[in-house]
């Protein structure tokens, strides 16, 4: 083993020959080429079941783009059959039996992404449908097949499966984590913990947003930060729409414009 005195440091920098004006104005000339893309943006609507989902702007949204990709999470296939359209996916991974009325009226066109962990009555419910299976790593790897990893709710779950799937553009509505105008759900729901919170989110002007909100919901709110950091650092793009806290967090973050 040398002294560490006999051993020097070796660094090296790998450039691109040309000044970067000179190297910008290449990039700029070949990008006007108008070369098909090798990496399109694949991007799917995912709307989940809080409050703001009941926006008139995204039903106006998704019936001028009926090509649009869309993903029910769990109790928002009610808002897709209120509204006369039918979503391309739905997910869900929760253990809980009350899943299955989420798919008491499933629609036959869609595609239902089903958790291996989900309730037996919701693939029995399912059992004349088109369901793929797909499996979290919580309680670590179970077979070979790919994995997704295990976060604190359903939204963030479906996002990385949507992922895995070869979407790469997230457009987000009914993901708020708080209360709205005093509702939790878009749709009533039973199970929900009450014990509520206060939330202040400081603005980049300095004034804070208050919300209410619940427990779970703060660590999906950590969560939340933590995923869309990640998927931003892929080259991913995270779009939530609505007043919510989530929407409210990322944008306090500079994760969102």
């Given amino acids: 083993m040398p002294d560490s005195g006999d051993i020097r440091p070796v660094s090296f920098t790998v450039t691109t020959p040309g000044e970067p004006e000179a190297i910008k104005a290449r990039m700029a000339a070949n990008e006007a080429r108008g070369l ?35 993903c029910a999470v769990n109790n928002a296939l009610r808002l897709f059959l209120e509204h006369r359209q039918t979503p391309t996916y739905w997910v869900a991974c929760d253990a809980e039996q009350r899943v299955a009325e989420f798919v008491a009226d499933a629609p036959k066109d869609t595609i239902y992404l089903v958790g291996s962990k989900v309730h ?14 797909w499996r979290l790593d919580e309680f670590g790897r179970q077979s070979d097949a790919f994995h997704v990893p295990c976060a604190v709710s359903v939204t963030l779950c479906a996002q990385s499966l949507l992922r895995l799937m070869g979407y790469n553009v997230f457009r987000h509505w009914g993901w708020d984590c708080c209360f709205l105008d005093g ?71 500079g994760m969102l414009a």
């Fill in 36 to 70: 098909p893309e090798a990496a399109a943006e694949r991007p799917v609507v995912i709307v989940g079941s809080g409050p703001s989902a009941r926006d008139a702007a995204l039903w106006a949204f998704l019936e001028a783009n009926p090509d649009q990709p869309t």
């Fill in 183 to 253: 509702k939790d759900h878009a749709s009533p729901q039973d199970g929900v913990d009450r014990q509520v919170l206060k939330l202040a989110i400081e603005r980049p002007d300095g004034e804070p947003l208050e919300f209410q909100t619940l427990g779970p919901w703060m660590a999906e709110l950590n969560d939340a930060y933590i995923q869309t950091g990640n998927f931003l650092t892929m080259g991913y793009k995270v779009e939530v729409n609505g007043p919510g806290a989530v929407a409210a967090v990322l944008r306090a973050k």
């Fill in 120 to 133: 037996p009555d919701v693939f029995d419910r399912l059992r004349d449908r088109d369901v793929r299976i």
